[in-house]
């Protein structure tokens, strides 16, 4: 435990719907917005060039009205009457102000606020070219605070209309693949229940629900081989113990007989430690399968028992627990407790307390010893599956699977595991589990 070997099969997590929702989600509906501002730059170009064409124009259009203006007011500039009557109709049909002024800019009739700042000027010539004076047309009153908001409004309306459809598309078209990796991720965490849920939709995806089928397949056939292997490993586990017992049995009546062979003693050893594997095995079958009977236990009681049946001294349990009691597997507690003291027993020298303490909403037991303590950044990596410390030396006994199993006793109870090295020399090494 002390000086930890790192597991090659150390596994590595990642989010695969994180990535999903943020980079895919985000580049379709990037994309439909690039695809929006594209074609409304195209479709400028495109107006563009074809109102610039040969047959008509903005500018072509300009060029026409101001002929057209100043042929009319050189026709009828000499009769006041019929000048007074043009300029009228102008802003009366084309809903314009007009102001109509001599060659020295003395105004002779106008129509309307003219309140425009910069009004279109037509200036009026008879047919040798003589200036007779100039039309003043202000349109924006009319155009520019009346016309122009409609038509920005509803540019705005219809450019919002179609973002918004952009982004339902997009989160249309990634959900699915968001949660067929939601439940990829959750499958290679190790939760092979978990199913991809498309909706009432699902045979509109497409290829994207295929793929969600043959990962729930997937998912299915690893969970049922994962169940099938868990059931046997407890089955065999629980076989074994049946001849072990007879061996024992066995020597104990051949030491009765007087039989005083020294490997009696050792063949009593290997059934000892095969029985306490197959104990582990046992327990850690009852956590995989959530096969749990919880119990009202005292917390010191608890802490005694595991004492006495490690054949430790009771003078070891340090008591602050104030009486505190906890729902727990009374057999899995047990197990996790005699793992603790025999680690302490293992590598570090033989446990010095055993201390049972009441925290927030919880109950502590920790096992003391005053070995060598834990290397910089070992501490987490003690609770890892099949690490050994140095001071197995090579020990069968011990294949690493002790303190592993004290963390998933106290994950399934809904508590932790901690280690820590500890300020006067030594380690401690325990569990936290809520009341």
Known sequence: MRRARRDPG????FGPRTFVRARLHRRIFM???ATIVMTGVAVGIVMSIIGGGEHGGWKRDVERVTQFTAGRFALVWDDATKRDELASSMANELDLDVRVADSTGATLVQRGAMACKHPWRVPVARAGGTMLGVVDICADRHHMFAFGPRVFAALAIAGTLIWLASGKIARRLSSPIAEVARVAGEIGGGNFGARVNLGRRHRHYGEVAELATAIDTMAERIEKQFKDQRELLASVSHEIRTPLSRIRLVLELARERGADDP???????????MDALVAELLASSRVEFSALTKTRLDAAATARRALDRAALPIALLVDESNGASLEADATLLARALANLLENAKAHGGGP??????????GVAFEVEDAGPGFANGEEARVFEPF??????NGDRASLGLGLA???RIAEAHGGRAYAEARAEGGARVGIELPR
């Open 405 to 407: 199993l004290v963390r």
């Open 31 to 33: 994309w439909f917005g």
């Open 263 to 273: 490997g009696l003693a050792e063949i009593d050893r290997e059934c000892v430690e």
């Open 352 to 361: 010095t307390a055993l201390r049972v303490r009441a925290v927030d909403g």
């Open 10 to 13: 150390e596994a590595r997590g």
């Open 387 to 392: 690490v050994r410390g140095a001071a197995s």
